[in-house]
């Protein structure tokens, strides 16, 4: 299952994720602007992401603030994306699945968007279904892609559907 990076209070997140968006490099004043929020509430963010390691003041200019290590920038910026994309897909499943009604469903739109919203239930449902229809059509790749895609989304904890999912995708490896 996808976990949030960044495991603090929602405010402080925004606050992370918008300096994100701004650059490797970013200043009080512009995160107070951008989220509209006092300098005390966006100082105690980014005293919360410094006590992460993920921020540090810079030496000799006050007010300014850099990543401690661009590819924690680049973790948090696409935590940004996907916060902002999954809303999107999950909007596109459900427009799917009402049209589903009037018209045959394409099973790897389904199940691609109900993945990219995150929704477990539904993105495993549809994933597992268009991976074996994959597997039944001698397309071992798009199956694989499938599997995971329905295993990214299930807890890491055992169930009966993460076991059915890994031994699909294990035969797939090994035909017999």
């Not at 951008?34 to 966006?42: E, G, N, W």
């Not at 049209?99 to 199940?111: H, M, Q, S, T, V």
């Not at 229809?133 to 169930?159: I, K, V, W």
């Amino acid at each position: 299952m996808r976990e949030r990076l960044l495991p603090l209070r929602s405010h402080d997140r925004d606050v992370l994720l918008c300096a994100a968006a701004v650059g490797s490099r970013f200043d009080l004043d512009l995160l107070v602007e951008l989220h509209r929020s006092t300098p005390a509430r966006v100082r105690a963010a980014l005293r919360a992401g410094s006590n992460l390691q993920l921020i540090e003041p810079i030496p000799g200019e006050t007010g300014r603030y850099q990543f401690r290590h661009a590819l924690m920038r680049d973790a948090i910026y696409a935590e940004l994306v996907a916060a902002r994309l999954q809303p999107l897909h999950r909007e596109i499943g459900a427009a799917l699945e009402r049209l589903a009604a009037r018209r045959p469903a394409n099973l790897d739109d389904l199940a691609y968007h109900w993945w990219a919203a995150g929704d477990a239930a539904r993105g495993a449902r549809y994933n597992e279904a268009a991976g074996d229809r994959a597997a039944a059509l001698h397309a071992p790749e798009e199956a694989r892609t499938s599997y995971r895609r329905a295993l990214d989304l299930l807890p890491r904890s055992s169930s009966a559907l993460r076991a059915r999912l890994e031994a699909k995708a294990a035969a797939l490896d090994d035909p017999r």
